[in-house]
């Protein structure tokens, strides 16, 4: 009965982000789509679905600060949710963080994975790995850079036209939040049971950005076989 329900929920899987096809790949970052599906939406959004008699929980879109606290409230609401479904081109590290350890907190034994096709970047990671089990379908992606505290592009740009000495300071700050950002997914990956290593031999062997040496690469694509080697897969879709 369970590899009925399985399956079902698969092929509601393959309906919903529709037929796996052939994905080009992109020259400067080889392991990964040349056009990633993670949603065009400028706010992640929480849409529960009925998918094969499960309820699943759609998660699609950029991770901002609110989230921790929307998905808080829809898994209290909806206990009966069984998966999370996620795409994101990532976005606030320290809510996603917040948002995984959610998801481990109040969602039970509840599923998160990566359908076919769609792309879980960044801070996405991190809601991920919240899930107890956890699913990378054929054709998902799960894509990983070096993180730093430089999204903050409006503060960035304001101290350089207060002159060099603004900017100074606030590249000192940004180091810190980003060795202490750093503290924080390292522990975050022992609470989640994902190793550690994923940390050291992966994610910050990626560049943050081009450095102009002619290797233009600055994300990757996790294999199937390194997903399960680390742990960030745990559960065979």
């Known amino acids: 009965m369970k590899k009925l329900i399985k399956a079902a929920i698969l092929a509601a899987s393959c309906l919903a982000v529709g037929a796996h096809a052939e994905t080009a790949m992109d020259p400067n970052n080889p392991t990964c789509p040349a056009e990633p599906d993670w949603s065009a939406n400028k706010q ?22 609110g989230i921790p606290e929307r998905l808080q409230k829809v898994l209290e609401e909806n206990p009966d949710i069984t998966e999370i479904w996620l795409r994101s081109p990532g976005g606030n590290a320290r809510a996603g963080n917040a948002a995984g350890q959610i998801i481990r907190k109040i969602g039970g034994i509840v599923i998160t994975r990566i359908p076919p096709g769609w792309t879980c970047f960044s801070a996405c990671n991190f809601v991920f790995m919240g ?14 850079h070096m993180f730093t505290m430089t999204g903050d592009r409006d503060a960035i740009n304001y101290s350089i036209e207060m002159g060099t000495e603004s900017t100074v300071g606030l590249i000192g700050e940004v180091e810190q939040e980003s060795a202490l950002l750093a503290t924080e997914d ?40 390194e997903a399960y080697r680390y742990n960030v897969a745990n559960v065979d879709g």
Do not use: W
């Open 131 to 144: 899930g107890r089990a956890r699913i990378i379908d054929e054709g998902g992606h799960f894509m990983v």
């Open 186 to 225: 390292n522990d975050f990956l022992i609470r989640m049971g994902v190793s550690r290593k994923l940390l050291s031999e992966i994610m910050y062997k990626q560049k943050a950005v081009d450095t102009g040496d002619g290797d233009k690469s600055t994300r990757r694509c996790l294999s199937r076989e």
């Open 44 to 65: 992640m959004e929480l849409t529960p679905i009925e998918r094969g008699g499960e309820k699943i929980l759609l998660a699609e879109g950029v991770i901002d600060k």
